[in-house]
Nanobody, 119 residues
C-alpha cells in the first residue's frame, strides 16, 4: 500500500514557476514508476509526465515538453514536478500516481493539489 500526498500548488501569474512535490509513504517507493496527471474543470484527467522507478527514463505530454521537468528522490520518497513558463491552460488540479508495473496502470493516487495560473 502506498499513500501519496501532493503539495506545492497555488496561484501564480502566467510565465511564472511552481514546483509540486508528492511525498509517498512506505519503504517500497523506489520500486514504483511515478506519474503526474492533471484535470481542468469540466475536462477529463490527462497525463502530464512520468518517471521510471530509477529516474533513468522520463516522459512528457507534448503540451508541457520543454517547460515541465519531473524528477524523484528515492531517499526522500518524493517525486517532483518543476513547472516553468506556466500558461493559463495549465490551470488544473494536479495528481501524482504510482504504478507497480512499467507501462501498467497506476495503482495509487494522491488527493491532488490546485494550480491556478492567472493572466
Amino acid at each position: 500500500q502506498v499513500q501519496l500526498v501532493e503539495s506545492g500548488g497555488g496561484l501564480v501569474q502566467a510565465g511564472g514557476s511552481l514546483r509540486l512535490s508528492c511525498a509517498a509513504s512506505g519503504r517500497t517507493f523506489s520500486r514504483y514508476d511515478m506519474g503526474w496527471f492533471r484535470q481542468a474543470p469540466g475536462k477529463e484527467r490527462k497525463f502530464v509526465a512520468a518517471i521510471s522507478w530509477s529516474g533513468g527514463s522520463t516522459y512528457y505530454a507534448d503540451s508541457v515538453k520543454g517547460r515541465f521537468t519531473i524528477s524523484r528522490d528515492n531517499a526522500k520518497n518524493t517525486v517532483y514536478l518543476q513547472m516553468n513558463g506556466l500558461k493559463d491552460e495549465d490551470t488544473a488540479v494536479y495528481y501524482c500516481a504510482a504504478s507497480s508495473v512499467t507501462s501498467g496502470p497506476y495503482d495509487y493516487w494522491g488527493q491532488g493539489t490546485q494550480v491556478t495560473v492567472s493572466s
